[in-house]
């Protein structure tokens, strides 16, 4: 369903869209919080009052994140909040790995011109002078570590890959930064920041050396570092609770 083609009669599509947009990150913070927890119901009108708005932009935010994947259609009507296990979560990391491998082989394969690198190389250069991260420097490196994945998909040039994308970075933990402030918490911290970020560079240097195959590797093997950190943080309950959307995890008895 296109936001834009149900809005209410008389109401500006620009101001429509962009109440409907903000309704919808609201309840996805919402849920990552742990507002409501797996198998609970999600009624519109508790929303209504809740978040100010009409029930048109809740209805269609709620729609969206079933079509996400966050929230599940009741037959009866109305929505669950969806509960994961272990395995969602290491096929999430997985399909990310695999896109942005994607994204990368085509990025060196299409690359026309070595300037088109350069949104790449600034997110890189300024990771570089965040690491390793303070606490007054924390949140723009995480925002830093989202521009970088989002301009490697952006070098890809194919819509089509950026929607499966987006789709996939909706999930919690799936996407890049998913770990970041979990992984801060764990041993080894700042070893793994590192590694990070020198898989960073190498994906760079093979994307303008044209080098499809390895910058493709690349991608996937850094994608892995976050199913790594999970590993650790899934032994440590109080690192584990850092993770957005952790409580909508089911854990192993």
Known sequence: MNFAESRPRGAPAAEFISQTGRTLL????????????????????????RLGVSRTPIRLALDRLAH???????????????????????DAIEMRGVLEGTAARLAAERLTDNSELDPLRRCRDEIDAYLPPTID???????????FHAALID????????????????????????????????????????????QHHAIVDAIENRQGTRAESLAREHARLSRQNLEVALADQSVWNCVPGSNLVKLPA
């Open 155 to 198: 070098l890809a040039k194919s819509p089509m890959l950026r929607r499966s994308v987006d789709r996939i970075l909706c999930l919690p933990f799936a996407g890049p930064s998913a770990t970041v402030f979990a992984r801060a918490k764990l041993p080894k911290a700042a070893e793994m920041l590192a590694i990070g970020n020198a």
């Open 68 to 90: 996400e994947g966050l929230l599940e259609v009741c037959p009866s009507g109305g929505f669950v909040v969806r509960e994961f296990t272990v395995e969602d979560i290491w």
């Open 26 to 49: 609201n309840l996805r913070e919402i849920l990552f919080r742990g507002d409501f927890q797996p198998g609970e119901r999600i009624s519109e009108l508790p929303l209504v009052a």
């Open 137 to 147: 420097t924390f949140a723009r490196y995480l925002d830093l570590n989202d521009e």
